[in-house]
Structure formats: structure tokens, C-alpha cells
């Protein structure tokens, strides 16, 4: 590794945080390319997500086949998927056996949590400290920290003096929690609670339900796998790659204007019933380009969600309570369900509208509403969410130059270059940074860009004698513009979701996700790479020289 001036011999060349998909493939990837790597991961397992989030009903919400690493034609020919929609514990076993086959488990520290990362200027290094005390040393730190990896549990009052048990969906005990005839409350409505709220109401003797806001959901269509389309995937992976790479969404469909001129509309809600049956996001929502921009069509749409809820909640005041009413759809995730609705219709499930009338305390038995109400409970299921996108890093201790804390850098909400680096913080990388496409894109295709992207430039860095990469304060505020503006051609920053940070208290109001287009991004972060890193500056092996991209020759 380039390294003339430093003092010290790092312990490795790449320090990756996560063991999620994304951490087991940049291990892969970077070690392949003849690197000494090391992971570590806070977890005792790995998975990241899948290592977490037990809770009952918990199942990826896009198709397993695409959800699913696409780096290696073995690993997708010799894995086969049991369920359309595969729950957690496969996901986990999926993991575990691309650890087992890639023989990543050698370079992967599990339990491991990163304290604090601070990058040392004079020998372009990284020390990162875990909360064991140890200290480890690397030129280059990949955060594969996830964006949905930091679980949030707002305050309420008296919390601590409930006498039951208490469970946030996003660590869920890997010995599970029988709730077979107890009072159980879900507090919280979006993708997370929908999944478990049908499975728990099977078990329980009482499930209250907390919804703040009502959310839009859908079918996933749940059901075994169609072999044949698997079969078909498996043996045409390449030409599915490559759909999928040059769609605007990551995946292999393309969309379509949903149309709400008034001669359309019987032909759109017939059109709609035919996908509402087969359910799914592309069937339904992302099916329908024109509804994330245009208020009419995405309002067509929201109500014709609404028009299914009607139908199948049987009490009328119950069905108006789970209509989402309160932002356009699809500027919150849409969460795909499995019976949702028909659980409401059971006996043993009561919706509480927790606006109209929120908890205002708990005590030792259970949780008092603002009207007086008390309710009895033995177990409360928070599925309230993460602190998103940001709140991994921010969480990690990280300094970069001249003692710059990223709480510093991103004061005002997450600022990067291309969401893989930041000003200031030398050889970071981030995969499915804030800013990049990641969590409204085919996440697994996302990880697998930034992965190939990272091992490129730090193989870049090696052949021309480089010791440090960093973006320039005006390409990284030229991003900011452009991630700006692809939003504001849609509906969501209209919403307060976790897209903005509305959902943690004091979190700056800023949209995260950069949504011009997974397709035309990947071609952005690829040009700038192929035409010597424009819009970033690199430090020379004698730390004195900063080299703009200019002087540099690609090769
Ligand atoms: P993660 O899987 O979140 O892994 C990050 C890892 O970093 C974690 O294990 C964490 O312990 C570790 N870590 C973080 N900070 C530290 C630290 N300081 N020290 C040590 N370790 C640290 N996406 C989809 O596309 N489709 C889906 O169907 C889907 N379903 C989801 C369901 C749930 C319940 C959730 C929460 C998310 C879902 N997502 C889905 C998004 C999902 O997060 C991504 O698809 C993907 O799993 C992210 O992988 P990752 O490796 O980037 O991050
Ligand atoms: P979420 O979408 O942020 O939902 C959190 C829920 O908790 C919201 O209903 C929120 O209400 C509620 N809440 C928060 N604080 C509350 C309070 N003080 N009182 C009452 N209610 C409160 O979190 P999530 O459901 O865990 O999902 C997060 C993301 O993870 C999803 O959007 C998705 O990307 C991913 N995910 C995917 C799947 C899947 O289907 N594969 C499953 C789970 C998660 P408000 O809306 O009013 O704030």
C-alpha cells in the first residue's frame, strides 16, 4: 500500500464496519483484489438486518430472486429460495452460507462495536476503537453500516416502571418471545408492524394496535416460488443483470404512466384489481411512474388503496382509521402485507388512534391513554423505527481531518459526493450512503455498485502511488444540488417520514436519498471514475502534494 511518510505499519488496508450484504461483499470483493481486510460487526452473527430483526412476520418485501447478491453466477445458480417472499430466518441462513462459501468468516470480528473511527492526517490512517478497548489501523474505512440499523424507541413517561416485557422489532431475542395467550401491544404501523401485527394477533389473547399515522399497504402476494420463473432467472442471470443495471429502479421492469384522464379511469381500476390480485410492488405501485410525481395520479391511486381497505375491514369507523389520508402515496415505503386488513376484522384486535388519543404514561401494568383509558398489558412490541441513513455513522465516533466530527459535517442533514464520500473524512467510503439511491433502489444491486466502485478506486489509488481520496467542497456541494433536485420533481419530501429525519426528534428536515434514477446514477459514479475521479482530490504518496484529477492518467 502507498504509505512513504507514515510512521506506523497499519494492521490492514481496509477496516469494514457491518457484516450485513453489504459488509460480506465488500470483504469479498476487497480481499479478492489482494487486500488484508478485516469486518467487524457489533452483531453475534452476521446479516446485519437479518441477524436483528426476528420479530414475528419479518420477510423481505421484494421478490427473493432479486433480492438476492447477483456478483457471482455460482452463488445465484446454487442457492434456491423456499418462499416468493423469504422470511428472516432464510435470509439469515442465506447469509450465513455466502459466509460460509466465500470463506469470509476468517476476516470477520463479530461483537464487536466501533466506538470511535479518527483518521490521522500525517500518516493517512485510521484508528478505529471498539467498546472493548481494542484499537485497529487501516489507510481505508468502509462504512457498511446499513440505513436501517440503528433502532429508535421514542420516550414515554413511566416506560421504565412497566412490570412486562418490552421488545423493539429491531432486536428481537434470537430465542424468540411466546406471546401465546398474553395482552400484547404493537406500537407503531409502518412495514415493520404491518409484518407482525397479523402473525402476533394469531397468538396473542389481546393485541391492542398504536397507529399514529395510517399507512398505505398492499398485498404482497405472498406464495411458494413459480419454478419456472426461477429456472428462467437462473439460466438468463447475465441478461437480468443487465436489465437491471440499466433500469431507473434497479430492477427488470419498466414503468408505465398509471393515466387518470376521466376516460381512463374504468380501465385503471380494472387494471388495478388485476395487480391488486397477484400484489407486489412492481404489480402496483412502482409499476406507475407518473403517481410519484403527479398529485392526480397519485391520488387516483392512494384512493383506490383506500377503496380496498373499505372493503375489507368490516367495521366502517375501523376501515376510515386505516385509510392513509396524510401524504401522498408512496412518499412514505409502501409496506406489503400479509392479511393486514382481515386482521382487523378479528375479535381479539383493537386499533387505538394514537393521535387522537395518544399514550400519555405507562405504569407497572400496562399504558394509560390521554382519555383515561387504562389498558392491561403483559408484552409491548415497539415497532417504531430507526434512526435512518444517518444515524449509524453519527453514532460511530467518527473524525476526520483537522478533528472535524461528522455531527459537524452534517449539522444541517447528511452532505456527500455522490453519498460515497465526505469533505473532510480522507478514504472514508460508505456503502448506500445518505444521498446515494439506496433504500428507494434494488438495495442488493445498490451495495453491489458501491462495492465495485470502492474496490476500484482504492486499486486506482495503489497503481498511481496514492495514499488519500477526498471530494472537493464544490463537487460535494454540487451533489447536494443535484440530490435536491431530482426530489423536488417528486412527491416525496412531502411527507414527514423517515426519508427527511422527521421521525426522530431534532433531526435536521432534510430528504436523504437521491432519486434521479438508479440507472443514471451508476452511469454518473462510473464516468466520473473512468475519466480519473473528477470532483475529487487525492493526496500524493509524500502527503504534501494534493492532486486534482487532472494530473493524474487513467489507465
Ligand atoms: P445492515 O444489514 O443494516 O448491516 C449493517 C451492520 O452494521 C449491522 O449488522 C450493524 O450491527 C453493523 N454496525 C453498525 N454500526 C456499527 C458499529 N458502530 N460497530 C459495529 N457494527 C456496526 N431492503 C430491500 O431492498 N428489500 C427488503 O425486503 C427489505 N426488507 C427489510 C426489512 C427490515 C425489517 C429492515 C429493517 C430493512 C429491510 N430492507 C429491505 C433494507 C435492508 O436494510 C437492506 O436491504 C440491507 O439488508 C442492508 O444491508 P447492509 O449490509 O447495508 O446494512
Ligand atoms: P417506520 O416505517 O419508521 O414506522 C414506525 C412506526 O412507529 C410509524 O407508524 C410511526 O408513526 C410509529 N411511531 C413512532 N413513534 C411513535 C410514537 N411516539 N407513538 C406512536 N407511534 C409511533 O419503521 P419500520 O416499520 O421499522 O420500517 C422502517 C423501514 O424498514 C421501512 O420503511 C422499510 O424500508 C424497512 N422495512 C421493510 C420491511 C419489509 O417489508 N421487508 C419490513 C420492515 C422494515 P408515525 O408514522 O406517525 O411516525
Not at 25 to 50: E, F, P, Q
Not at 269 to 282: I, S, T, V
Not at 399 to 425: C, E, K, N
Not at 445 to 473: A, K, Q, Y
Request: hydrophobic share 40%.
Amino acid at each position: 500500500m502507498p504509505d512513504a511518510r507514515e510512521s506506523r505499519t497499519p494492521d490492514f488496508d481496509v477496516i469494514v464496519v457491518g457484516a450485513g450484504f453489504a459488509g460480506l461483499n465488500a470483504l469479498h470483493s476487497l480481499r479478492g483484489a489482494g487486500y488484508r481486510v478485516v469486518v467487524l460487526d457489533a452483531a453475534d452473527g452476521v446479516g446485519g438486518t437479518w441477524y436483528w430483526n426476528r420479530y414475528p412476520g419479518a420477510r423481505c418485501d421484494v421478490v427473493s430472486i432479486d433480492y438476492s447478491y447477483t456478483f457471482s453466477d455460482e452463488l445465484y445458480r446454487d442457492w434456491s429460495w423456499s418462499e416468493r417472499y423469504a422470511q428472516q430466518p432464510e435470509i439469515e441462513r442465506y447469509l450465513n452460507w455466502v459466509a460460509d462459501r466465500l470463506d469470509l468468516r476468517k476476516d470477520i470480528r463479530l461483537g464487536t462495536r466501533v466506538v470511535s473511527a479518527v483518521y490521522e492526517d500525517a500518516d493517512a490512517t485510521w484508528t478505529i476503537s471498539t467498546e472493548a478497548g481494542d484499537h485497529i489501523t487501516a489507510p481505508f474505512l468502509v462504512a457498511a453500516t446499513g440505513c436501517l440499523s440503528v433502532p429508535s424507541t421514542p420516550h414515554f413517561d413511566g416506560l421504565d416502571r412497566f412490570q412486562g416485557e418490552i421488545h423493539h422489532t429491531a432486536s428481537w431475542p434470537a430465542e424468540g418471545v411466546d406471546l401465546t395467550g398474553r395482552r400484547v401491544a404493537v406500537i407503531g404501523t409502518g412495514s415493520s408492524g404491518i409484518q407482525a401485527i397479523p402473525v402476533i394477533a394469531e397468538s396473542a389473547s389481546e393485541l391492542t394496535v398504536f397507529q399514529r399515522t395510517a399507512n398505505f399497504s398492499l398485498p404482497a402476494g405472498q406464495r411458494e416460488n413459480d419454478e419456472e420463473r426461477v429456472r428462467h432467472r437462473k439460466a438468463s442471470l447475465a441478461q437480468w443483470r443487465e436489465a437491471a443495471w440499466n433500469n431507473s429502479a434497479g430492477f427488470d421492469f419498466e414503468p408505465a404512466a398509471l393515466g387518470v384522464d376521466d376516460l381512463e379511469r374504468e380501465r385503471a381500476y380494472a387494471e388495478l384489481d388485476r395487480r391488486w390480485g397477484r400484489g407486489g410492488f412492481p404489480e402496483i405501485v412502482l409499476a406507475f411512474d407518473d403517481v410519484f410525481k403527479n398529485r392526480e395520479a397519485n391520488e387516483f391511486l392512494a384512493e383506490y388503496f383506500r377503496s380496498k381497505v373499505r372493503e375489507i375491514v368490516r367495521d366502517p369507523d375501523v376501515a376510515e382509521l386505516l385509510c392513509a389520508r396524510d401524504h401522498p402515496i408512496g412518499s412514505k415505503r409502501v409496506c406489503a402485507d400479509t392479511r393486514y386488513y382481515e386482521t382487523f376484522n378479528r375479535d381479539n384486535v383493537t386499533l387505538i388512534d394514537a393521535r387522537a388519543t395518544p399514550i400519555a404514561s405507562f405504569d407497572e401494568t400496562g399504558v394509560l391513554l390521554s382519555d383515561g383509558r387504562h389498558i392491561e398489558l403483559d408484552v409491548v412490541v415497539m415497532a417504531t423505527g430507526f434512526d435512518a441513513m444517518t444515524g449509524a455513522l453519527r453514532r460511530m465516533g467518527v473524525v476526520g481531518r483537522h478533528g472535524t466530527t461528522i455531527d459537524d459535517a452534517w449539522a444541517s442533514g447528511p452532505h456527500t459526493y455522490l453519498g460515497i464520500q465526505v469533505v473532510s473524512f480522507p478514504n472514508l467510503f460508505m456503502i448506500t450512503g445518505p444521498q446515494s439511491p439506496s433504500v428507494l433502489n434494488n438495495m442488493i444491486l445498490g451495495i453491489e455498485h458501491h462495492v465495485r466502485w470502492i474496490t476500484n478506486c482504492i486499486d486506482f489509488m495503489r497503481r498511481h502511488g496514492l495514499r488519500s481520496i477526498e471530494p472537493t467542497p464544490e463537487a460535494q456541494s454540487g451533489w447536494d444540488d443535484e440530490v435536491r433536485a431530482a426530489a423536488s420533481e417528486t412527491l416525496y419530501p412531502q411527507a414527514e417520514s423517515w426519508y427527511v429525519g422527521a421521525n426522530i426528534p431534532g433531526k435536521p428536515r432534510v430528504f436523504m436519498v437521491y432519486v434521479g434514477g438508479f440507472d443514471k446514477y451508476v452511469r454518473t459514479c462510473d464516468a466520473i471514475a473512468e475519466e480519473g475521479y473528477e470532483g475529487f482530490v487525492f493526496d500524493g504518496p509524500d502527503g504534501a502534494a494534493a492532486l486534482s484529477r487532472s494530473g493524474i492518467a487513467t489507465q
